[in-house]
């Protein structure tokens, strides 16, 4: 049938992987660093990401393209939400990999604070409080979570902005990720840290570059998601290491 169904420039695409956040339905996928429409049958023609695209790369077009199919969207998402549940059991398991396994360091934070010299003398004082840090391998429940300030942080920041233990991650509980290097979607499972904790406020450290505008509109996502008014921030870094206005 013929029938509209949006068109993605490839020659304008940066492959920042918002469109694919935007798109509820699952339409679009992010493959060897371009946005390509990969499920046809699954794209509305409502077009949400189209205001979504920073490179102004998705537009409109009316062409030959199966019938929207509202019933395999909703099966899709049923078995994302089925996915994301079992996740966030294993993440929680204490028989998962030990690497994995949650850990509390706030105490260190606490002894840090009070002696640090006496601590660590001649280097600086990780501000880390948690293990783990990815937010692929966290838990979306843990006692650290308990009246936590969240740093939802893109891991690059970590290189390009010396000083982020101190101005940044202390006194904070530090999620790190790359939406481009994971290709996934972390909205569904920020949201769930949030909605199921006791979280008094959230970061998001970002670099200037469009791919991490995926993990600022993951975090907004779930912010909206999960019901709660909770004080937030996006804090973003330049490549050459100073923080933007």
């Known amino acids: 049938m013929v029938r509209k169904i949006i068109r993605i420039d490839e ?48 537009s409109f077009e009316e062409r030959e393209a199966p019938a929207y199919d509202e019933d395999a969207v909703k099966e899709s998402q049923k078995l994302k939400r089925q996915q994301s549940t079992h996740n966030a059991h294993k993440f929680n398991t204490p028989c998962s990999c030990p690497g994995s396994q949650f850990v509390s360091l706030q105490g260190r934070e606490k002894l840090s604070s009070e002696g640090e010299q006496s601590v660590q003398p001649r280097h600086s004082v990780s501000r880390l409080n948690q293990w783990p840090c990815q937010i692929k391998l966290l838990p979306v429940q843990a006692p650290f979570y308990d009246g936590a300030k969240l740093l939802i942080c893109a891991d690059c920041c970590a290189y390009a902005y010396a000083n982020i233990h101190e101005d940044f991650m202390k006194g904070k509980i530090t999620l790190i990720g790359c939406p481009k290097l994971d290709a996934i979607d972390y909205s569904e499972k920020l949201t769930e840290i949030i909605k199921n904790n006791d979280i008094k406020s959230v970061t998001v450290l970002r670099m200037e570059v469009p791919c991490c505008g995926g993990l600022e509109m993951a975090a907004k996502n779930a912010l909206q998601a999960s019901g709660k008014f909770i004080p937030w921030q996006v804090v973003t870094i330049s490549r050459n290491g100073n923080i933007l206005e």
């Open 11 to 58: 020659s304008k695409c940066d492959g920042c992987g918002i469109c694919a956040t935007a798109c509820h339905e699952g339409a679009i996928d992010i493959v060897d660093g371009k946005a390509k429409l990969v499920r046809e049958h699954f794209c509305d023609g409502l077009g949400d990401c189209l205001p979504a695209c920073p490179q102004g790369a998705i």
